[in-house]
């Protein structure tokens, strides 16, 4: 089984400040996940050219079950609201996404602790900006696999420091009500140190993602629940790939146990971590 966690920075390229639907299509498609965590996806945004980014990454792993969560109507860092109905779908969205090559058993949506106040943040010539930061939500799915039932979680974390730790103490007791075993996919917003600290639960891949043209932190992170992990199977690759877009390089791990969808062809087994 292959699992892999990704920002995507909205599908934007480094290089030239675009969002291409093709490029983003061939970096997921790079990754050949079975289950993947999307953190900074976009739905229906002008910035991103109106592109649905949960479909097309669906698309690009042939995976028939996606999920897309809205944190916020409107444009981060912009003029944006906390996503509250199904009605706020004409609108721009921003948030989450979950994709997966097996069955989902079901879907279950949490409210992770909103940061109260205002914090300043870095955006570029202009220096620091106090900002509102955006409401955070948890995504996760008991998925039917070929070994059993499997809870697959993904999230992105606040920036702004306390309040991360309070919104992964919220998520961690969230999956715990969910059956095992329980794994967490995200851009947490910290590096593993604090992670393991608060959580107990084992990293399943340690290696920096950030900034994605020279790596020297690890924020992305793959989590798995000891209550039951040892049914998940013994990892044998991990690797971040350096595509085409978003400042975050993608944390991909690969488990032993061939527990791929009836069908499916196996992935690369000679790759690398970059």
């Excluded at 809870?151 to 309070?166: D, E, Q």
């Excluded at 999956?175 to 794994?183: A, E, I, K, S, W």
């Excluded at 020279?214 to 971040?240: E, F, K, M, N, Y």
Aim: aromatic share 4%; hydrophobic share 40%.
């Amino acid at each position: 089984m292959r699992l892999a966690t990704f920002n995507l920075l909205h599908g934007r390229s480094l290089s030239d400040g675009t969002v291409h639907a093709d490029r983003v299509h061939a970096a997921i498609a790079d990754l050949d996940a079975d289950i993947l965590g999307l953190q900074e996806v976009d739905r229906a945004q002008p910035r991103s050219g109106l592109l649905d980014l949960t479909a097309i990454a669906a698309d690009a792993l042939g995976a028939p079950t996606h999920r897309f969560a809205a944190a916020v109507a409107g444009t981060p860092g912009e003029t944006w609201k906390p996503w509250a109905s199904e009605d706020d779908n004409v609108h721009p969205l921003y948030g989450i996404a979950l994709v997966s090559r097996y069955p989902v058993v079901r879907w279950q949506i949490t409210a992770l602790p909103a940061v109260p106040v205002r914090s300043p943040v870095y955006t570029g010539p202009d220096g620091f900006r106090l900002l509102q930061d955006e409401p955070r939500v948890l995504l996760a799915a008991v998925l039917d696999t070929p070994r059993g039932r499997l809870t697959v979680a993904t999230t992105h974390l606040s920036f702004v420091p306390g309040w991360n730790l309070r919104q992964l103490r919220h998520a961690v007791r969230a999956l715990r009500r969910m059956p095992g075993p329980r794994v967490l996919l995200g851009d947490l917003n910290m590096p593993t140190g604090p992670v393991r600290a608060v959580t107990g639960w084992k990293p399943l891949g340690k290696a920096p993602t950030f900034p994605s043209p020279s790596p020297r932190a690890q924020l992305d992170h793959i989590l798995a629940d000891p209550r039951g992990g040892d049914r998940l199977g013994r990892v044998v690759q991990v690797c971040t790939p350096h595509p085409p877009v978003s400042d975050h390089r993608p944390l991909v791990i690969q488990l032993d146990a061939d527990t791929r969808p009836p069908g499916r062809p196996p992935g690369p087994t000679a790759r690398r971590p970059s």
